[in-house]
C-alpha cells in the first residue's frame, strides 16, 4: 500500500503545511537559543516531493552535506532526516566550539557529536510541533550522522520507504543570520497507518 502522499487533497497538504511552519519556528527558536544571537526565518517552504527530486534541490547528487537521520516510534512510526548544507554546518560548529573550520574535511569527532546533538534538538523542535497539534507520543531515535554526497545520503530513506511510496514531506528552510543566510532541509516519512493518524486526528482524514 501507498503512504497516500501522492493521494493527499490541498487541504490535507495545508494541514501538514501548518505543522512544518510551526515546527520551523521552534526550530529558528531553538537555533537563536543555541548560537545566543538573533535568528530570523523566512517563511519555510513545505512541499509534497519525489524523494528522487531531493538531491537537485540540494545541489546536485554530489553535492556534499550532513545527513542526520532519526527513526520514529511510539504512536507514529516512521523516518526523519535532518540536512545541513556545509556553509550551514560550518556556521554552526565555528560559533558553538570557536572554531574557523571551512571544510568538512576538518571536521573532527568532537565536531559531529556536536552536529549530532543539534540535529536532535532541531528535529525535536518538528516532533514537539506534531505532539502539539495531536497530542500522540512521538519518541525519536538516537540520532546517526554522516557527512557524504547528497545522493549517498537519501539512498538510506529512498530504500527504506521506496516500497511504501516515493513522495515524502520537504521543509527547506531558510534562516537569516547577521552575518550571513543558511539553509536546512527536513524530510518526514511517517508510515501510512501514522500518516492516517495524523491527519484523522487533525480533522481531515485521508
Known sequence: MRNNFESLSELQIDVLREIGNIGAGNAATTLSTMLAKKVDM???HVRIVDIQEIANILGGPENQVVGILFML???IDGMMMFILEQKFAH???NNLMGRNLESFLQFEEIDLSALKEIGN???GAYVNAISGLT????Y????SIAIDMAGAILSVPAIEFGKVGDKVLFIEEEFIGDDENVSSYLILIPEMNS???ILKI???EI
Do not use: C, Q, R, Y
Not at 497530542?135 to 512521538?138: C, V
Not at 525519536?140 to 540520532?143: F, H, K, N, Q, T
Open 135 to 138: 497530542n500522540l507520543s512521538i
Open 91 to 93: 556556521l554552526i560548529i
Open 195 to 197: 500518516l492516517h493518524k
Open 202 to 204: 487533525l480533522g481531515v
Open 140 to 143: 525519536l531515535s538516537v540520532p
Open 73 to 75: 516510534s511510539e504512536d
Open 42 to 44: 523566512t517563511v519555510p
Open 121 to 123: 534538538i532541531m528535529a
